[in-house]
T-cell receptor
């Protein structure tokens, strides 16, 4: 079993749609959680950290469920510019990256 | 600030050749990392450094070496290139603990033929 698993997608959604990604992790001792965004042929960039109480940044909402060992990312009112691959990152002693979920937002 | 810079952007190597991937950061970060990303796979940690003069192995260190003589620079050395080392290599840095937000360089695409 992979340490961090994500549905690879692709998710193809129209502009304005709401889309959600899930990510599961195997190490119950994991302490920090992040979502990174990676555009095609570019480096990953931090989208948001994920806190136990859940957190929101504009159209983006992240949730953590420690009991079930998964984190989620919700994107509301999708924009064309949201098209990218979203990487789930989980950290205990070091950071472990998921393979990413690809999102394409279409006009 | 330039952030994290990497050179070269792209390189083709023949099997058995060696090369050094350069990485530098100007944010005075203590922690630096080297990752590789293969198609459809997550980033894998090759080596990391917690400060000048201190390096340690990550998840996939075989075939690579690193050094950290200054806070700013963290080069990655491939001694005998193999086709399995064809990948995109990312350097990253963070200020304090390893789990803190990491800032990535633009990557080096390496093709070994």
């Amino acid at each position: 079993r992979k340490e961090v698993e994500q549905d690879p997608g692709p998710f193809n959604v129209p502009e304005g749609a709401t889309v959600a990604f899930n990510c599961t992790y195997s190490n119950s001792a994991s302490q920090s959680f992040f979502w990174y965004r990676q555009d095609c042929r570019k480096e990953p960039k931090l989208l948001m950290s994920v806190y136990s109480s859940g957190n929101e940044d504009g159209r983006f909402t992240a949730q953590l469920n420690r009991a079930s060992q998964y984190i989620s990312l919700l994107i509301r009112d999708s924009k064309l510019s949201d098209s990218a691959t979203y990487l789930c990152v989980v950290s205990s002693n070091d950071m472990r990256f998921g393979a990413g979920t690809r999102l394409t937002v279409k006009p | 600030n330039a952030g994290v810079t990497q050179t070269p952007k792209f390189r083709i190597l023949k099997i058995g050749q060696s090369m050094t991937l350069q990485c530098a950061q100007d944010m005075n970060h203590n922690y630096m990392y080297w990752y590789r990303q293969d198609p459809g796979m997550g980033l894998k940690l090759i080596y990391y450094s917690v400060g000048a003069g201190i390096t340690d192995k990550g998840e996939v260190p075989n075939g690579y070496n690193v050094s950290r003589s200054t806070t700013e620079d963290f080069p990655l050395r491939l001694e005998l290139a193999a086709p399995s080392q064809t990948s995109v290599y990312f350097c990253a840095s963070s200020y304090r603990i390893r789990e803190e937000t990491q800032y990535f360089g633009p990557g080096t695409r390496l093709l070994v033929l």
